[in-house]
């Protein structure tokens, strides 16, 4: 019958029509797949996971030099004399605890080991870092003398902190590591610039 035939017709075209949307569908399906495996990709290999044995050293020494002067700077607390020393000291404390957490991520993400102690990793000296015994001193000391000393021991200790910072400039590979040691070059000197000026009314 014609009205059977035209429905029959119009069946086939429905039909047909299903079948190219399915497959346009399964295309752009595809398409989506391919493009969330890309940014599976480019997530793995974004920049906290791209390193090199600098990026590594960087932090496992950076760390324990970190923590030194976190704990000269909880030194400050109670035994600095000066306010502007006091408000520095917190600042270098906030700043490096600050800087150490996100290290230690780093080090995670790599699946390398922390640092243990002050020793630095695997025996490696790190410059400006205080000896047991300037540590003892500024523990020993207070008031005015502390001032001084936690002044002239920090530039040290800073400089030192510059140094390594540099060499991960130069040599480093992932980029947030290399951020933050131009992060810590430039802050660092802006504070020995800070306690050089300190020094001089101490």
Do not use: Y
């Given at each position: ?14 039909a047909?029509a299903?079948?190219?949307?399915l497959?346009l ?6 398409d989506t ?5 890309s ?13 090199n044995?600098?990026d590594?050293r960087?932090?496992?020494q950076m760390?324990?030099h ?19 020393v ?7 404390k906030?700043t490096?605890?600050?800087e ?27 410059p ?16 005015a ?14 400089k030192?902190?510059?140094?390594m ?5 130069r ?16 802050g ?15």
């Amino acid at each position: 019958m014609p009205v059977t035939a035209f429905a029959a017709h119009r069946i086939a075209l429905s039909a047909a029509a299903a079948l190219g949307a399915l497959a346009l569908l399964t295309a752009c399906g595809a398409d989506t797949a391919t493009t969330a495996g890309s940014g599976g990709r480019a997530a793995a290999t974004r920049p906290s996971a791209t390193f090199n044995e600098a990026d590594v050293r960087f932090a496992q020494q950076m760390i324990p030099h970190h923590e030194q002067a976190v704990d000269m700077a909880e030194l400050a607390e109670t035994r600095a004399a000066d306010p502007e020393v006091k408000e520095l000291a917190a600042t270098i404390k906030s700043t490096q605890a600050a800087e150490i957490a996100l290290m230690r991520r780093w080090l995670h993400a790599w699946s390398r080991p922390e640092p243990s102690g002050h020793d630095g990793h695997a025996g490696h000296p790190m410059p400006g870092m205080l000896s047991d015994q300037q540590m003892a001193e500024l523990e020993a000391a207070s008031g005015a003398r502390f001032d001084r000393l936690f002044a002239q021991l920090m530039i040290a200790h800073h400089k030192g902190a510059i140094e390594m910072a540099r060499t991960e400039q130069r040599e480093g590979a992932n980029p947030e590591a290399v951020k933050l040691a131009k992060d810590i070059e430039r802050g660092q000197q802006a504070e020995i610039d800070q306690i050089e000026r300190l020094l001089k009314r101490l």
